[in-house]
């Protein structure tokens, strides 16, 4: 049966009244159970004490059970059920602590009694008083000290000398005896209160923080919104730019070349030569705005991830760089089964076009381009590598050729765009995974990138068959 | 709550109900077992080897040795039933007894002494002048099993601090009134002596 709350109303958890009545009832439920297993070892404590203490009366040679362990048995049954049984059953209900309060100083008075008297016995009381504090309700001190003090009226009356040792008894030997516990029930007050209000400070405190995280939550999505959608306009705009340049440059490159061609043989030599720059300009203007075009795609398009066989982007990837390959005397060697990924296709040729690109673009002088491509399985991911015997990367351009327009200056790398790695970089990011590059100035260099492995378990034959997820 | 208080009614009544209390000769008696001091006031108390109660006798007794140094002479007197109680010469009570400091320990066979001296409830304890005139008898807690202030352990101190220790005590005047307090405890002897049935614990 669940714990229903008491009559109090319940304060809003957002303030800091309504976190402190959270604490205090989590705070009233433990200290609830503490006392249930407490009470519990003490019924079984005075049991096992009134055992090895009185356990049989005697008359002369003849003995029976001792009053003693009949009490602790029943007397201490009685005393410890309701107090454990509401401490399970309402833990946190405002009588429950009451009714546990009474309890143990009930029980104190017969641990008192089972062990003679011993003024050792006596701590119980005040030990109880200390861990009753644990509930932060000064209330349930002031229940604690009724009964003892009912306890000492009522047997001083009745039976002064279980309680002074003398027949007759001052009433204010009751006070005298009670006020060693209000003694430290003043202190123990003193001390809840003082805990009760770090409480509100602290509450108070959190609830601040809590509203100035909220505050700054709410800035930081709408910053990050702001910023978003500026990203989103530049990608646009670039993507515009790069389209609408790529109309006036194909009118220069093509004018060029039929000036080239029907007019030629009426150029000087200068003017063949300026001729020339015109069109290599233009060449390296149409390859500067492909690759433009080629990252603002891979930045903004939607990509449908599916399995794809790096072996099969690889080889086309080969195909297209066939002359290249054939021209600088290349060998590729590559792993019978390099694996399947989850990925785009179109894009993934791209990315090998662009590692296998540079490799060969990058190799020594008079020494022919040797690439390996190669994969190892790293967790659920494929690693997919291309290791050349290029000029190498220095470390400190490690991180930097992956940036937009950086590029290691070297005189090879005087006509690259500065956007081939910055897209291969793009491209496997958006698609989840990750990339790097390990590399020796003078020995070569190994890129690899890494995506999420898909287990073979057939042949795939089409790569549109099996849509995974949407990556936006 | 009804059942609590009954409970603990049932329990005071029980702690507070004094045990039987005998004729206890104004002069010493005779026997073979103990002797009267010479120099002190002779206390004896008489235990049942397995009384659980007479703990808190034994505590009080010790805490008089305590207060009360060399004022007088304790013994310990153990009713031992019969041939077949020897391990009761041995009990955990017994070997309490044994360690409370310049007290002897003696075992009255069948409570012979005991009942010479009106014992019936374990824990009573006689005071003797060096005379033998009977100066206490009683008890010397305030309740079964329980230690703390009571009358005849105030009583018993205040004999033995007042009595003079020295030899001679021809001009000395004793103490004329004797002083008596319950006694709690179990009792020395079987209820009916002609049906004894031994029970051992």
């Known amino acids: 049966m669940p714990d229903q709350p008491d009559s109090a109303p319940q304060l809003n958890p957002t303030t800091a009244g309504g976190l402190v009545q959270q604490y205090r009832d989590r705070l009233a439920r433990n200290t609830s159970q503490i006392f249930a297993v407490l009470m519990l070892l003490q019924w079984a404590g005075a049991i096992f004490t009134a055992f090895i203490v009185s356990p049989r009366t005697w008359s002369g040679t003849t003995s029976s059970v001792h009053i003693h362990l009949w009490a602790a048995i029943i007397l201490g049954g009685i005393i410890t059920a309701l107090p454990v049984a509401l401490a399970l059953l309402y833990p946190a209900r405002v009588v429950t602590r009451h009714v546990i309060a009474a309890g143990q100083m009930l029980m104190s008075a017969l641990l008192i009694d089972i062990t003679g008297g011993r003024i050792e016995t006596h701590f119980h009381v005040f030990g109880s008083l200390a861990i009753l504090a644990f509930y932060r309700d000064w209330r349930v001190l002031i229940t604690a000290t009724i009964v003892v003090y009912i306890d000492h009226v009522a ?5 002064p000398q279980s309680v002074y040792g003398v027949l007759y008894a001052s009433p204010w030997r009751a006070v005298e005896h009670a006020w060693w516990v209000g003694f430290e029930v003043v202190f123990l007050t003193i001390a809840i209160r003082h805990s009760v209000s770090e409480m509100y400070e602290i509450a108070s405190r959190q609830v601040e923080l809590h509203d100035s995280n909220s505050k700054i939550e709410a800035e930081v999505k709408e910053r990050t919104a702001e910023l978003s959608s500026i990203n989103k306009q530049m990608e646009t705009f670039c993507y515009s730019m ?17 000036l080239a061609q029907d007019h030629g043989n009426e150029l000087t030599s200068q003017a063949k030569d300026c ?10 203007m149409n390859r500067l705005l492909n690759d ?8 903004t398009a939607k990509f449908t991830v599916v399995p794809v066989e790096i072996s099969k982007v690889t080889n086309e990837a ?46 020594k002088l008079g020494v022919p381009p040797v690439l390996n491509v190669r994969s190892e399985t790293c967790g659920n991911r494929l690693r997919i590598s ?35 790695l910055a897209i291969f970089s793009k491209a496997i990011e958006r698609l989840g995974g990750s990339v790097g590059v390990e590399s020796t100035p003078g020995i070569g260099s190994t890129f690899w990138f890494e995506l999420p492995g898909v287990a073979a378990v057939a042949p795939i034959a089409n790569s549109d068959a099996q849509v995974t997820a949407t990556v936006n | 709550m009804l059942a609590i208080g009954l409970g603990l009614h049932a329990l005071m009544h029980y702690n507070g109900r004094a045990g039987h209390a005998g004729v206890t000769p104004l002069a010493w008696p005779s026997n073979d077992t103990v002797t009267l001091a010479a120099s ?19 505590g009080e007794l010790e805490s008089l040795v305590a207060k009360a140094p060399g004022r007088f002479e304790g013994i310990i007197l153990f009713n031992q039933p019969g041939r077949n109680f020897q391990s009761w010469t041995n009990s955990a009570l017994v070997k309490s007894a044994r360690t409370i400091p310049s007290v002897h320990i003696f075992f009255d066979y069948d409570g012979t002494v005991a009942k010479k001296f009106g014992a019936e409830t374990s824990g009573y304890t006689v005071v003797y002048s060096r005379d033998g005139q009977l100066l206490f008898s009683g008890g010397i807690t305030g309740s079964r099993g329980h230690l703390g202030d009571n009358t005849g352990f105030q009583a018993v101190l205040n004999i033995v601090n007042v009595t003079p220790t020295y030899v001679s005590a021809s001009h000395v005047t004793m103490p004329s009134s004797r002083s008596t307090a319950p006694v709690f405890g179990c009792e020395l002897f079987d209820q009916c002596p002609t049906s004894q049935t031994a029970r051992r614990n």
């Open chain 1, 292 to 299: 433009l075009l080629e990252y603002s795609r891979v930045s």
């Open chain 1, 386 to 420: 291309v290791a050349d015997n290029g000029v190498g990367i220095a470390p400190e351009y490690h991180q930097k050729i992956f940036e937009i327009f950086e590029r290691v200056p070297t005189p090879k790398t005087q006509d690259s765009t500065g956007i081939g």
């Open chain 1, 318 to 363: 080969v195909r297209l760089l066939a002359a290249e390959i054939q021209e600088q005397g290349a060998t590729i060697k590559l792993e019978p089964d390099l694996g399947i990924v989850l990925g785009h296709e179109a894009t993934l040729i791209q990315v090998m076009l662009n590692l296998l690109g540079n490799a060969l673009r990058y190799g």
């Open chain 2, 40 to 58: 002190n006031p002779t206390l004896i108390m008489f235990a049942h080897p397995q009384c659980p109660c007479t703990k808190a006798s034994l």
């Open chain 1, 275 to 284: 001729l020339g720059r015109i069109q290599e300009s233009a060449t390296k």
């Open chain 1, 155 to 159: 047997r001083g009356l009745y039976w």
């Open chain 1, 242 to 258: 790069s389209h609408d340049l790529k109309a006036p440059l194909r009118g220069i490159h093509s004018y060029a070349q039929i």
